[in-house]
């Protein structure tokens, strides 16, 4: 389980230095604008201890690991590693807020003979994974992610949907010193949205890594480490140095 959460912490880290760099809203202005003094507590991952993370005194956390029952989900496709879902937020409704959301499997019917049959539709189950086609990392971001997380957004407004190619070369290079005989690749991508959730108007940067199991997985495909941050649309770029170091600040439970 350890292996598992460095993993993704791991990854997260790399992705959330290169939408800092990339962001057009941060500036060092906006970093001088932060309060001089900040206290950070160190919390633990409450499910199972697995992380501790430093988080600004007075904010909330909610979530943590996750282990799906394949007698629920239908299928053990979905239980062959623990998940993590997991947001750092400064108030009860996330007004500002970076959250981890768990990476999922899916199945591409299209490279199955059942499903070339037609025995496998969209939106159906096969071995506990949805069945959906390979999307892009900005298509699976928009149809998948967005949606999840935010069931109740209205007036979306996409501002910028960008590939990370460098990024995806970096994970399957990662991947592949551990796993050589895989036939992994991998896509990346960010987008960024501003919607109205609760009153308020928001702007979010979202980041998300799709793997393809090619032929190895016959079909298989899924997201990996990929978590969003939001904040008011007009306080973003003030609020981006504090995900910084809540980012940073991971240290595993050994």
């Not at 430093?54 to 239980?79: V, Y």
């Not at 981890?100 to 049959?117: C, E, K, R, V």
Request: proline share 6%.
């Amino acid at each position: 389980m350890i292996r598992i959460v460095r993993f993704i912490l791991l990854f997260c880290s790399i992705m959330f230095l290169l939408n800092l760099l990339n962001s057009t809203a941060f500036s060092k202005a906006s970093a001088m604008e932060q309060p001089k003094t900040m206290v950070f507590n160190r919390v633990a991952e409450p499910k199972e201890k697995a992380f501790t993370i430093l988080i600004p005194k007075g904010w909330q956390i909610e979530g943590g690991i996750m282990r799906i029952n394949p007698l629920i989900q239908g299928g053990t496709a979905q239980s062959i590693a623990a998940k993590l879902d997991f947001a750092v937020k400064k108030d009860r409704q996330g007004s500002v807020m970076i959250r981890w959301l768990p990476d999922i499997l899916y199945f591409d019917a299209s490279m199955s003979p059942a499903g070339q049959m037609g025995l496998f539709p969209p939106g159906s189950n096969y071995n506990g994974m949805t069945v959906y086609p390979l999307m892009s990392a900005e298509q699976f971001i928009s149809r998948i992610v967005f949606p999840f997380a935010h069931p109740q957004a209205s007036s979306v407004q996409i501002i910028e949907q960008k590939s990370l190619p460098k990024l995806a070369q970096k994970y399957q290079q990662r991947v592949l010193a551990f796993m050589p005989q895989m036939t992994f690749s991998y896509e990346a991508a960010i987008m960024t949205v501003t919607y109205q959730e609760g009153g308020t108007r928001y702007k979010e940067k979202i980041v998300t890594v799709i793997e393809n199991w090619g032929q190895l997985g016959a079909g298989i495909w899924g997201n990996k480490e990929t978590f969003f941050i939001r904040t008011p649309v007009k306080e973003f770029a003030h609020w981006q140095p504090i995900f910084s170091i809540i980012q940073n600040s991971v240290q595993l439970n050994q």
